[in-house]
């Protein structure tokens, strides 16, 4: 089976229907990209991760990773694939640690990309082309606001890739930018 765009955003949509979740798997996808391009690694690659990393979320809530793994399993998707999503979890739904960079940057960056789509969405311009990182900074230490976001995730995330929160914000920002329009964060 080739590891294409096209799969995996048709495997997702096979067991995903919610278009919130969709557009969460979309911000995952582009900051993913925009990483890899920045670290000299396959865009392509590290995109499907961020597609496919959530696939279990809708169907399995309280089995998230494991039913992921098994899904992708079936599916013939590689191994590294799946240790990539499964790792997304760890501490959380999975006691697998992230290793590789790859791994490493989508633990990091899953919740963040929640907190920066508020942060956007209360905007007036509702748009993220000129987002600030001291504006999700703002946020961030306001535990009211996405108070589903686990920040001490995050955190954790950035030592692994040994990054400032800023930067870590900085990049995910980037990313998001570049499939703005997707994600309905282009502005009014
Ligand atoms: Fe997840
Ligand atoms: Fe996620």
Redo the contacts with the bound molecule.
């Keep these: 089976m080739d590891m294409n765009r096209e799969k995996a955003v048709e495997l997702f949509k096979e067991f995903n229907t919610s278009a919130s979740l969709y557009n969460?798997a979309l911000a995952?996808e582009a900051v993913m990209r925009h990483a890899a391009e920045e670290r000299g690694y396959d865009p392509d690659f590290w995109g499907v991760v961020g597609l496919l990393?959530?696939i279990d979320y809708e169907k399995y809530p309280d089995e998230h990773c494991l039913k992921a793994a098994e899904i992708l399993r079936e599916r013939k998707w590689s191994e590294d694939i799946i240790h990539a999503v499964v790792s997304?979890g760890w501490g959380i739904c999975s006691d697998v640690q992230p290793v590789h960079e790859m791994e490493k940057v989508l633990y990091a960056i899953?919740e963040l990309t929640g907190l920066i789509t508020a942060t956007v969405l209360v905007r007036p311009s509702k748009s993220i082309m000129d987002l600030k990182v001291k504006s999700v900074k703002k946020k961030w230490k306001d535990k009211r606001f996405s108070a589903g976001v686990d920040r001490s995730i995050i955190e954790k995330g950035a030592a692994l890739l040994h990054l400032e929160t800023g930067e870590l914000i900085a990049m995910t920002i980037a990313g998001m930018q570049k499939a703005a329009p997707e994600l309905g964060l282009a502005g009014e």
């Design positions: 969460h995952v990393h959530d997304h899953d």
